[in-house]
C-alpha cells in the first residue's frame, strides 16, 4: 500500500542554517506530495505542494522536488529562523482521496 | 482562501458525558471531510471520512457508536464523543477537500484539545 517515510529526528539547528528533511514514499500511480507544518498546539498549515514529477513546491524559504526516479520529496530550506521552529510532515495523497502521513520531523532552532 | 474553522479549540468534560466538536469550512464547500485524533508526538491517525449528506466511512479500529459524525451540510461536519472517557484525551484535527486545491489536498482546522476527567 502507499505510505510514507521521513527523517524522524528531532533535528537541532542554529540559526542561519541549511535545513534538509528526507522523505520517500512508496505509492501506485503518481500521487500529489505535501509538506505540512505543526506549530505547538495548532493544527496543520500546507507548507508546499507538488502534483507531479519535477515539479518543485516552494513557499517562505523551503523548497521541496517531487523526484519520480527516486521516490522522493525531500524539503529543504538555505537559512533557518528561530520561527521555523515546528512539526513536519510529509504526505501524500491516495487515489482514495486520503492523505498518509509520515511520522513528522521536530525541527528545533536556536538562536 | 480556504480556511477551516473548529470548535471550541479547548474542552474539559466529565467521563461519561458527550462532547461535540464541530467543524467549518469558511470560505469554500467542502466535499469531503476527514477527522483525525493526534497522540502527543505522534503523527495524525484518520478516524473517518465524511461526505455531505451521508454516512461517514470509519477507518479500522475506530468505534463507529462512540465517535458519531454527522456532516450536515457542505460546510459544516460535526464529531461527537458518546460516553467520554479519560483514554478518548486527544488532539482532534479535522480537515476538508474542495476548493481549488491540487488533487487530494486537504485543509486543515486548528484542532481540538480533549480532556475528559
Known amino acids: 500500500g502507499d505510505s510514507v517515510t521521513q527523517m524522524e529526528g528531532p533535528v537541532t539547528l542554529s540559526e542561519e542554517a541549511f535545513l534538509t528533511i528526507n522523505c520517500t514514499y512508496t505509492a501506485t500511480g503518481y500521487p500529489s506530495l505535501f509538506w505540512y507544518v505543526q506549530y505547538p498546539g495548532e493544527g496543520l498549515q500546507l507548507l508546499l505542494k507538488a502534483t507531479k514529477a519535477d515539479d518543485k513546491g516552494s513557499n517562505k524559504g523551503f523548497e521541496a522536488t517531487y523526484r519520480k526516479e527516486t521516490t522522493s520529496f525531500h524539503l529543504e530550506k538555505g537559512s533557518v529562523q528561530v520561527s521555523d521552529s515546528a512539526v513536519y510532515f510529509c504526505?501524500?495523497?491516495?487515489?482514495?482521496?486520503?492523505?498518509?502521513f509520515g511520522k513528522g520531523t521536530k525541527l528545533t532552532v536556536n538562536p | 482562501g480556504a480556511v477551516v474553522s473548529q470548535h471550541p479549540s479547548r474542552v474539559i468534560c466529565k467521563s461519561g458525558t458527550s462532547v461535540k466538536i464541530e467543524c467549518r469550512s469558511l470560505?469554500?464547500?467542502?466535499?469531503?471531510m476527514f477527522w483525525y485524533r493526534q497522540f502527543p508526538k505522534q503523527s495524525l491517525m484518520l478516524m473517518a471520512t465524511s461526505n455531505e449528506g451521508s454516512k461517514a466511512t470509519y477507518e479500522q479500529g475506530v468505534e463507529k457508536d462512540k465517535f458519531l459524525i454527522n456532516h450536515a451540510s457542505l460546510t459544516l461536519s460535526t464529531l461527537t464523543v458518546t460516553s467520554a472517557h479519560p483514554e478518548d484525551s486527544s488532539f482532534y484535527i479535522c480537515?476538508?477537500?474542495?476548493?481549488?486545491?491540487?488533487?487530494?489536498?486537504?485543509?486543515f482546522g486548528p484542532g481540538t484539545r480533549l480532556t475528559v476527567t
Open positions: 470560505d469554500f464547500q467542502a466535499t469531503t
Open positions: 504526505a501524500l495523497g491516495t487515489r482514495s482521496e486520503k492523505l498518509v
Open positions: 480537515s476538508a477537500m474542495g476548493g481549488r486545491g491540487a488533487p487530494g489536498e486537504q485543509y
